[in-house]
């Protein structure tokens, strides 16, 4: 069946450092990829998305880009704030209509000042 | 613009208790799903409804169950809790075909 795996955390870096959080993926067919970001107290809310192989997401500095050849989505961003600081989760959707998300496990990330 | 709304944000039963969660979707969506997050864990598919109709079933226990009603607004009904249902329950909604799920901020249920 379909799996994300993403990379364990806690994550813990400083400001202005560069952030990757690996997440691979397993599925049959084509899903649609998306990185959603879960700040402490709060909801689910969608960082961004790739529909399509090479496709690349991008939203608040962050970019992920859709690679088929590695089943791969890989988070990114060049300059991380405190502000950043929470728990990220890789997901993918069948494309199918009315398809369940299918979570990673979930990075907590961390941001020292 | 409009998102996701879910009542109550935060509900506390005792054991054996019953509750019921509302989610009321995104203007036009006619596509509603239910997740369960426990703590420290990354949410988990419960059930999605599309036109009223049940879509799809995930680990959803016979205790539970949900409807979508004529406004597409749904509800999770919950029977004899138990601690373990302790969990934040997300709601999210999409448009029929697509693929992107939009989340609610979550009802927070703690069973005593």
């Known amino acids: 069946g379909n799996s994300v795996t993403q990379m364990e955390g806690p994550v813990t870096l400083s400001e202005e450092a560069f952030l990757t959080i690996n997440c691979t993926y397993t599925?049959?067919?084509?899903?649609?990829l998306f990185w959603y970001v879960q700040y402490p107290g709060e909801g689910l809310q969608l960082l961004l998305k790739a529909t399509k192989a090479d496709d690349k997401g991008s939203n608040k500095g962050f970019e992920a880009t859709y690679r088929k050849e590695t089943t791969s989505f890989h988070l990114e961003k060049g300059s991380v704030q405190v502000s950043d600081s929470a728990v990220y989760f890789c997901?993918?959707?069948?494309?199918?209509?009315?398809?369940?998300?299918?979570f990673g496990s979930g990075t907590r990330l961390s941001i020292r000042p | 613009a409009a998102g996701v709304i879910q009542s109550p944000r935060h509900l506390i039963k005792e054991k054996r208790e019953t509750a019921t969660l509302k989610c009321y979707p995104i203007?036009?969506?006619?596509?509603v799903y239910w997740y369960q997050q426990g703590p420290g864990q990354d949410p988990q598919f419960l059930i999605s409804?599309?036109?009223?109709?049940?879509?799809d079933k995930g680990s959803i226990p016979d205790r539970f169950s949900a409807q979508q009603f004529s406004d597409y607004h749904s509800e999770l009904n919950m029977s004899s809790l138990e601690l373990g249902d302790s969990a934040l329950y997300f709601c999210?909604?999409?448009?029929?075909?697509?693929?992107?799920?939009?989340f609610g901020p979550g009802t927070r249920l703690l069973v005593l």
């Open positions: 997901a993918l959707s069948d494309r199918s209509s009315a398809s369940k998300i299918i």
């Open positions: 409804f599309y036109e009223k109709m049940q879509s």
């Open positions: 599925a049959t067919g084509y899903p649609s």
């Open positions: 999210a909604s999409s448009l029929a075909g697509g693929e992107t799920q939009y």
């Open positions: 203007p036009r969506h006619d596509t």
